[in-house]
């Protein structure tokens, strides 16, 4: 069984930083691809962020591009989301998912991930 294990959110001010951590145990994280999802109250689900097996290729949503930055360390089974230049509409509870890699895999689709965490709760304050 896989299990995933978010952490590293808090209360940050607008324009701070926030590293958030994604503990994989059960399996090797090495073959799974990883994504990052968020929730805002009374929003939907939506995509932040994913990384390849490899990591060789990675993909962010519009909203992120050039202030989040996902990463991974196999060697510690567990998969990062750097946040930086963080604005009030960033507060969301974030998810980590895993994925088994796919024929034409679509990192930004919900349904392609198999396994969740629980969650972490970013507030970002003006």
């Known amino acids: 069984q896989v299990q995933l294990v978010e952490s590293g959110g808090g209360l940050v001010q607008a324009g701070g930083s926030l590293r958030l951590s994604c503990a994989v145990s059960?399996?090797?994280?090495?073959?799974?691809?990883m994504g990052w999802f968020r929730q805002a109250p009374g929003k939907e689900r939506e995509f932040v962020a994913a990384i390849t097996w490899s990591g060789s290729l990675v993909d962010y949503a519009v909203s992120v591009k050039g202030r989040f930055t996902i990463s991974r360390d196999n060697a510690k089974n567990t998969v990062y989301l750097q946040m930086n230049s963080l604005r009030p509409e960033d507060t969301a509870v974030y998810y980590c998912?895993?994925?088994?890699?796919?024929?034409?895999?679509?990192?930004?689709?919900?349904?392609?991930?198999?396994?969740w965490g629980q969650g972490t709760q970013v507030t970002v304050s003006s």
């Open positions: 998912a895993a994925a088994i890699p796919k024929y034409q895999p679509r990192l930004g689709a919900e349904s392609e991930y198999d396994y």
């Open positions: 059960g399996r090797t994280i090495s073959r799974y691809n």
